[in-house]
């Protein structure tokens, strides 16, 4: 088995699709999410297009990558034993194979310098008190009654001030804003067909539209990227370029022989804490709004999975792709449970192992006996 530090770096303006504008062109699809001509962007990737972008490269790679999708079946064969049969699926009960491609971690943001040294930046846990470093919110020894029921109370809480936001450094412990590591900007634009006419000359207002993207900010004396560690079945990865998400962002990515230590730094956030809590360090996945008997601090959203058909049924490009109409739960990452509340069953995290390859349910157990 080898393990990798991937770190992708965007080689312009990125934009990573939320719900809106979900309907595919030339399918006839009712739209699944909402329509508006601006059109906003997530900051980061999500896991499931990390995961195709690395299942792709890893075909390229091995010289099993036809533009035209047409394989014969010794190919067809080649490309399940390297990727598996089939694109991960959320619904999926049963555990899914994908080859020699084994998991990958949740994507964070790294920043290094010109002597090589990398640095971790995640998200900020909620319950960080301490705008300038780290020091994590204690619960009261005795319960107290609420409309929740009877559960642990902060000791400590500016309700004003409100749970922590941003971004921190691992290593260095320094807090970030949105602001200081993502530029915003917005592009403006119009829907053309392919000979360069508007597409609807009877309703031009609908043509035109305006997108969100992101950069990534430099540090004063460092570079940042995104990362996140894969784990391979002996299958040499190579630096490349490479698209990533529905917008076809342009990386490019690099690969360097390393043994995971994300969460080993995200443990040391309670190396002088007696207080033991639960961090999402990635999306929780959950079939539905979970019900609480402690005290948490979460951020919730939905997304919905793309289900892509295979070349041999003969679709057009744009129909071999779909949208669920399903919206899954998520709770998401920077989110903190206390006592038993991340203590999430392999029932409510989706019935399978699937998630965790994805680096999905991702919770680390801070605080306390755990260093």
Avoid at 306 to 321: E, G, N, Q
Wanted: proline share 3%.
């Amino acid at each position: 088995m080898k393990t990798y530090l991937a770190i992708m770096n965007p080689e312009n303006p990125y934009t990573f699709s939320t719900d809106q504008k979900s309907r595919y062109d030339d399918t006839g699809e009712t739209p699944t999410g909402k329509e508006s001509y601006y059109i906003e962007s997530k900051k980061f990737p999500e896991q499931t297009s990390i995961w195709g972008m690395l299942r792709l490269l890893m075909l390229e790679q091995a010289g099993l990558l036809h533009s035209n999708f047409d394989y014969s079946e010794q190919e067809s064969e080649s490309i399940k034993e390297l990727i598996g049969a089939e694109s991960f699926d959320f619904s999926s009960k049963g555990e899914q194979d994908f080859g020699k491609l084994l998991s990958i971690s949740p994507v964070f943001l790294c920043e290094y310098g010109d002597n090589g040294e990398v640095q971790y930046i995640v998200k900020n846990p909620k319950c960080n008190i301490c705008k300038k470093g780290f020091s994590g919110l204690s619960m009261k020894e005795i319960c107290g009654e609420t409309d929740y029921g009877t559960i642990h109370l902060p000791d400590k809480y500016e309700g004003k001030t409100g749970p922590a936001e941003g971004y921190i450094n691992l290593t260095t412990h320094k807090c970030y804003s949105d602001d200081d590591l993502f530029k915003r900007v917005v592009q403006t634009g119009n829907r053309k067909n392919k000979n360069g006419n508007l597409i609807d000359k009877a309703q031009k207002s609908k043509a035109f539209f305006r997108r969100s993207e992101y950069v990534l900010k430099k540090g004063e004396r460092s570079n940042r990227c995104f990362a996140f560690f894969v784990k391979t079945n002996d299958v040499i990865l190579r630096d490349d370029i490479v698209t990533v998400g529905a917008g076809k962002n342009i990386f490019s990515i690099r690969f360097v022989e390393k043994e995971e230590d994300l969460e080993g730094l995200v443990r040391k956030l309670g190396d002088n804490s007696s207080q033991v809590w639960g961090y999402a360090l990635s999306d929780i996945v959950l079939q539905e709004v979970p019900k609480y008997d402690d005290f948490v601090m979460v951020d919730m959203r939905f997304v919905r999975n793309i289900i892509t058909k295979a070349y041999k049924d003969k679709l057009s490009y744009h129909s071999r792709f779909s949208r669920t109409p399903e919206r899954t739960v998520l709770i998401q990452r920077g989110s903190v449970f206390y006592n038993n509340c991340f203590k999430i069953s392999d029932d409510e995290a989706g019935k399978s192992k699937n998630l965790k390859k994805l680096g999905y349910n991702k919770i680390i157990v801070i605080g306390g006996d755990n260093k």
